[in-house]
Every structure is written in structure tokens, then in C-alpha cells.
């Protein structure tokens, strides 16, 4: 995807209005609001330290949380100065609005090199409605902008698309590697492709399935979505694990298209089920995993596939040369229901001659939990937004970059 980066410019001397994503997890510990996990600050210092580098003023701004345009204590980014201050090895100013006389005089009085956090955008409810006069405010601070902020890049928001239309705006480096790997690389990829896709509902992730279709050489289907799948070939019954009749003709429809392609589709042949489950509690009653084809019992419920399906995703995905993972393999947040996730993404781990690329979500926490993020070749810092770029859709924060 040839957009502009802030190699293709010259950003010496200039004030440069960096879009982020510094929505980080905050916990209040013995009256101090502390940042409990760091990693998108830190996906963010190739930017900026390549701008501080070339000499640019370096002007950055993010959402936090959900405050719906009002200001809470709780979700202002003031501790985010401190820490990234801290990695950077430089000051950090903190201005306590995203726009507004602080906020101008701030950035019209830095020098070459200096960085300026502005207050969380969605302190103004103009932020979420991509309000132009709130666009215009955070666009009169600098004179580029610089979008980096890749897991916002699917709103049409004021810092993330409406900016844009009041300075030249290129991609930060986080940005470019999303769309080298979610995108271009997706393009032509390296074959055998192969495609595994899990989560909750087939609705959910029929627009990726549809487009990947066409490119993939096997689609994987695991998590919810796969029984579903599993009644229309198999005709087993499903007791209550996760299905709707309304989704059975969207299924049928991608068999159908996956024969027609000569698109291998993998799907599950056993399952971990359990006859209580608890999401909200995290608990689950008496387990066992089902024989090969075998129904799910009436007041039993699948959640997670079973050593049988690891088995026979294994064969395929050793012999990838791209592979691709979107969504889990069954409920992983709970310990029990983990193995079959964690197993595959060992799995991919463990093939170094293919490019792995795990398209955000919870397939990105599932692999964190799992310990094998040093052995993927990317990771998506995207849920919704890698979602849709693989549906093929347009993602207003990248059509409002310059075209190379």
C-alpha cells in the first residue's frame, strides 16, 4: 500500500502532530495511577525517535479509554509523560488540553527535537464525531501530520482522519510495518498460504473469510464459529455450544466457494466439552474431549478443539510459507479450555520457514500468554482495525495518508 512515511519528507525543524495509540491499561496502587503494561508506547519509539533524530518537534496524541467528552481524572494520559519520558531518556512535556491556548503556546514555543504529550482527545465529545472545528484546533499546532496509530486507523475520528484534511499527512513507521504485513505482503504471499481463523461467530468473520479465499491455498476454522461448520458437513449435534440457524447459510456459502476456488478448508474433528460454563466467573464444571465426529451431548458445550484437530492443523501448518492467525481456537482466557489455542501456537512458532503474521485481537494475547511472541515474524497491534483491512475494506486513517 504506497503511502507516504516520514522518510519521504523532510520534518527538520517542523512541528510534527503525531497520532498514537497510548490506550493503555491504568490501575490506581496506593493512590497513584500507574501504567500497567507499557507495550504501546513502546511499538511507538521507532517514530519518534527517528523524528526526535532529524531534528522535528514532535507533538503526539492518543484517545484513552472511553470517557464520551468528558474529562475524568482517571483517563487523562498525565502518566504517560513520566514513562515515556523514561524511555526515551528525554522530557516529556504534558499539556492538560488537546487544544486551546496551553496547548498552542506549548508547541509554538519548542525547539528541534523536543516532544509534547497532548491530553486524551476523547476529552472532547468532537473527537468520536470527527467534529472539523476539534480537527482544526489539534491540526493549527503543528504543521504535518503523522499517523501511527494503526489500531485506531478503522474510526474516522478528529485526530485520526480529520486532521488530515488540514496538513500534508504521511505514516509513522508502526503504520507502514501494519500495512507491509497485513496488506502488501498478504497481496502475493509466500505458498502454501495458510489461513487460520477463530472466534465466536461466523457472521463475524465471514468478510475475512470471503476475501481470503482468494488468495489463501487452506483456511483453518477454529474457536466458535467452527461448529457451525462442523453441523453442515458432519451433521453432529451440538448440545449448547455457540450456534444460530441464521448462520448456517453463510457457512454453506463459504464451502461452497472454498470448493469452487479449490481452497483447501480445515475444520474441527474433536472438541474439549464441558457440561457447565461460566465466562464471567471464568469457571467451567466436568470436561472431556469428544472421539473423532463425535456429537456434542444435550447440556454439553464445546470450548476448545481437541488433540485430534490440533493434529491435523499441525500437518498443514508445517508445510505454510506464510501463515496468517486471526482469533482463538477456543475459550483461552480460561486455563482448561487454553490447550488447543496454545498448542497451535506452537505450532506456528515452531515452523521459522514460514512468515507468521498474527492479525491482532486476541490471537496477540493468546501468543503473549503463550510466551512466543519473539518467535512470530509480526504482531498485529489491531484488533478491529487489522480486521477490516483484512476484510479488504478502506480504513479512513489510512486513506487520509498521502499516496507516494
Not at 393 to 398: E, T
Request: aromatic residues 6%; hydrophobic residues 40%; negative net charge.
Amino acid at each position: 500500500m504506497p503511502k507516504k512515511t516520514i522518510r519521504d519528507i523532510d520534518v527538520s525543524g517542523k512541528r510534527c502532530l503525531v497520532r498514537v495509540d497510548f490506550n493503555v491499561p491504568l490501575e490506581r496502587q496506593d493512590g497513584q495511577i500507574v501504567i500497567t503494561d507499557s507495550t504501546r508506547i513502546q511499538e511507538t519509539l521507532p517514530t519518534i525517535k527517528y523524528l526526535i533524530e532529524k531534528g522535528a518537534r514532535i507533538i503526539l496524541c492518543s484517545h484513552l479509554g472511553r470517557p464520551k467528552g468528558k474529562r475524568t481524572p482517571d483517563e487523562s494520559l498525565a502518566p504517560v509523560a513520566p514513562a515515556l519520558a523514561a524511555l526515551i531518556g528525554r522530557p516529556v512535556a504534558f499539556a492538560g488540553d488537546c487544544v486551546g491556548p496551553e496547548a498552542k503556546e506549548l508547541a509554538m514555543s519548542m525547539g528541534d527535537g523536543d516532544v509534547l504529550l497532548l491530553e486524551n482527545t476523547r476529552f472532547h465529545a468532537g473527537e468520536e464525531a470527527n467534529d472539523a472545528t476539534l480537527a482544526k484546533g489539534m491540526a493549527d499546532l503543528a504543521e504535518i501530520f503523522v499517523n501511527d496509530a494503526f489500531g485506531s486507523a478503522h474510526r474516522a475520528h478528529a485526530s485520526t482522519a480529520g486532521v488530515a484534511d488540514y496538513l500534508p499527512a504521511v505514516s509513522g513507521l508502526l503504520m507502514e510495518k501494519e500495512l507491509a504485513y497485513l496488506h502488501d505482503e498478504l497481496e502475493t504471499p509466500q505458498r502454501p498460504f495458510v489461513v487460520i481463523l477463530g472466534g465466536a461467530k461466523v457472521n463475524d468473520k465471514i468478510g475475512v473469510i470471503n476475501r481470503l479465499l482468494d488468495k489463501a491455498d487452506t483456511i483453518i476454522i477454529g474457536g466458535g464459529m467452527a461448529f457451525t461448520f462442523r453441523k453442515l458437513v458432519e451433521g453432529i449435534t451440538l448440545g449448547n455450544s455457540l450456534y444460530k440457524p441464521e448462520w448456517e447459510p453463510i457457512a454453506q456459502a463459504a464451502l461452497d466457494k472454498a470448493k469452487e476456488r479449490g481452497v483447501k478448508m480445515l475444520i474441527p474433528v474433536d472438541a474439549l466439552i464441558t457440561d457447565s460454563f461460566d465466562f464471567g466467573a471464568k469457571t467451567v464444571g466436568n470436561t472431556r474431549y469428544t472421539a473423532v465426529g463425535e456429537g456434542i451431548p444435550d447440556g454439553w458445550e464445546g470450548v476448545d478443539i481437541g488433540p485430534e484437530s490440533v493434529k491435523l492443523f499441525s500437518e498443514e501448518i508445517a508445510k505454510a510459507k506464510t501463515v496468517l492467525w486471526n482469533g482463538p481456537m477456543g475459550v483461552f482466557e480460561i486455563k482448561v479450555c487454553a490447550k488447543g489455542t496454545f498448542d497451535l501456537a506452537e505450532v506456528i512458532a515452531a515452523n521459522q520457514d514460514a512468515k507468521t503474521i498474527i492479525g491482532g485481537g486476541d490471537s496477540v494475547k493468546a501468543v503473549k500468554k503463550a510466551g512466543l511472541s519473539d518467535k512470530m515474524t509480526f504482531i498485529s497491534t489491531g484488533g478491529g482495525a487489522s480486521l477490516e483491512l483484512l476484510e479488504g475494506k478502506i480504513l479512513p486513517g489510512v486513506a487520509a495518508l498521502q499516496d507516494k
